[in-house]
């Protein structure tokens, strides 16, 4: 009974995310694309949660949900006016190499992965908090903070080109 | 089974809790602003006007549920779900009982910081698609103050998880010595403020503030829409008093045993009303304040917190 439970929420989350993935493309409101992101974005959590990686899953939630799609969203409040501005119809003169690099994309994914399709289909034991932090903070601790003090850098050239008229 | 089965029975009692704490809580801060202001309050409706918010209920759910005409209505309709449910879901990680929280996860704490935070969202497309210029100046606000006090919020929460050495909150409270309270009391401090300014409450409401945006991001909506934001609010304040009673205050292990828990409830009680208390005595900051006081003052007072515990860790 309980394995029909998690095989329903399997399907269910590959739903959502399939529908936050039609809903970026299809749709004409760029506020509804944003929202078919979040969804997206939230399923994918939910697929680490089902795969036993909580840790993965809440981090997830943390920096794309909360982090990266709310900048989006106030990129989108900022920058549009609400009325009589929905993207234009679907078809474009661009639609041929869109199609194109999508395909392409599918194509190098799929061929990438393909290798692995036993490995994933098994459910991999969680890696724990302890493990990463051990990860992190032992053998990885240079790149770990090599990372840090770059993005340091970026957020800081990001202010100075950003605020650099007033001086 | 049973797991869908306790989900189930855990959602009914979280809701029940949430909408319990709504009508304590709006009587609690009609009274106490009554008192502040040399008022009565409510007093009309049954003994000391008790009865008042089960009728205010009751009003409520029987009235028209109105989406405006230049609203896009079907987001409009569903942006308080995006704001209750995530905050109802931090409730579940919390520790209730000395060694016993409903969801007893392995990263419990990072999971109460994040996912009610994810209300920023239905704030934001909340007041976005009221197609209202108050409501849309309202959420932009909010999303901007909620995501700069989560900062200080989570780093005065780290304290507490270096000084426990766990991410459980069950662990957090079995680790807790009465000396974190002396040792973490920047801490204490600094959560208590981002809290309040997270739930964008007084002195911190200026996304709501009603002399200016009427009532900001949820300026346009009526009916249960309307409650289902009142209890986002009073559940964020139950959320965030029961967190703080149990982990910074360790009020669960105050009392031998089950007793815990009344410690723990009366702690929550006194934080809870002590945010009230603040609501009705502090002005409204201006947004300018509001940013200062989270990046030049909280910020770095918790970083100065971090640094002390992280000195006193080794000696332990």
Redesign the interface.
């Known amino acids: 009974m309980n394995d029909t439970i998690v095989q329903i929420m399997w399907w269910v989350l590959a739903a959502g995310a399939l529908a936050g993935a039609v809903t970026v493309v299809f749709s004409r409101d760029v506020l509804r694309m944003a929202l078919g992101l979040g969804g997206f974005l939230v399923a994918l959590a939910g697929f680490y949660m089902y795969y036993a990686l909580p840790f993965l899953a809440t981090v997830q939630v943390f920096v794309y949900v909360g982090g990266v799609l709310v900048l989006i969203l106030f990129g989108i409040m900022l920058v549009h006016r609400s009325e009589g501005d929905a993207r234009p119809g679907l078809s474009s003169r661009h639609d041929p190499g869109s199609a194109a690099v999508a395909v392409g994309i599918l194509a190098l994914v799929t061929s990438m992965l393909w290798p692995l399709r036993d490995v994933m289909t098994e459910r991999p034991a969680s890696a724990g908090t302890k493990a990463i932090a051990d990860l992190l903070l032992g053998d990885l601790l240079p790149h770990f903070e090599a990372a840090g003090a770059l993005l340091l850098i970026a957020l800081v050239a990001v202010i100075v080109i950003a605020g650099g008229d007033d001086r | 089974?049973s797991?869908?089965l306790g989900g189930i029975v855990f959602g009914l009692v979280g809701g029940v809790a949430i909408a319990l704490s709504t009508m304590v809580g709006v009587y609690g801060e009609r009274k106490i602003a009554a008192k502040i202001q040399r008022r009565f309050g409510p007093q009309e409706t049954g003994p000391y006007g008790l009865l008042q918010l089960p009728a205010d209920t009751l009003k409520m759910i029987l009235k028209e549920d109105i989406t405006p005409r230049q609203a896009?209505a079907r987001?409009f309709k569903i942006a308080p779900y995006f704001v209750f449910v995530p905050i109802a879901m931090g409730l579940v990680v919390i520790p209730v009982a000395a060694g016993w929280a409903a969801l007893d996860?392995?990263?419990g704490i990072?999971?109460f910081?994040?996912?009610p935070?994810?209300s920023?969202?239905g704030i934001?497309?909340a007041g976005?698609?009221s197609?209202n210029t108050y409501a849309?100046i309202g959420?932009?606000r909010g999303?901007?103050q909620m995501?700069s006090y989560?900062l200080p919020r989570t780093l005065s929460v780290l304290a507490v998880v270096i000084l426990a050495g766990s991410?459980r909150p069950v662990d957090v409270v079995q680790a807790w010595r009465w000396w974190w309270i002396p040792l973490n009391f920047i801490g204490i401090v600094v959560y208590y403020i981002s809290s309040i300014a997270e739930l964008n409450r007084g002195p911190f409401d200026i996304p709501e503030s009603e002399s200016e945006l009427v009532a900001g991001y949820f300026a346009d909506y009526a009916g249960i829409r309307w409650g289902i934001f009142m209890m986002s609010e009073y559940g964020g304040m139950l959320a965030a008093s029961l967190f703080g009673a149990a982990i910074f205050l360790g009020t669960l292990t105050w009392l031998p045993g089950p007793f815990g828990i009344i410690t723990f409830l009366l702690g929550t009680g006194v934080i809870g009303s002590s945010m009230i208390w603040v609501k009705w005595t502090f002005p409204r900051m201006r947004p300018d304040q509001l940013m200062t006081t989270a990046w030049k003052v909280l910020t770095p007072l918790a970083l100065v917190q971090l640094v002390i515990v992280g000195v006193v860790v080794p000696w332990l």
């Open positions: 089974m797991g869908l896009d987001i996860s392995s990263i990072l999971f910081l994040a996912v935070s994810l920023v969202l934001l497309i976005w698609s197609g849309t959420g932009m999303a901007a995501i989560e991410l």
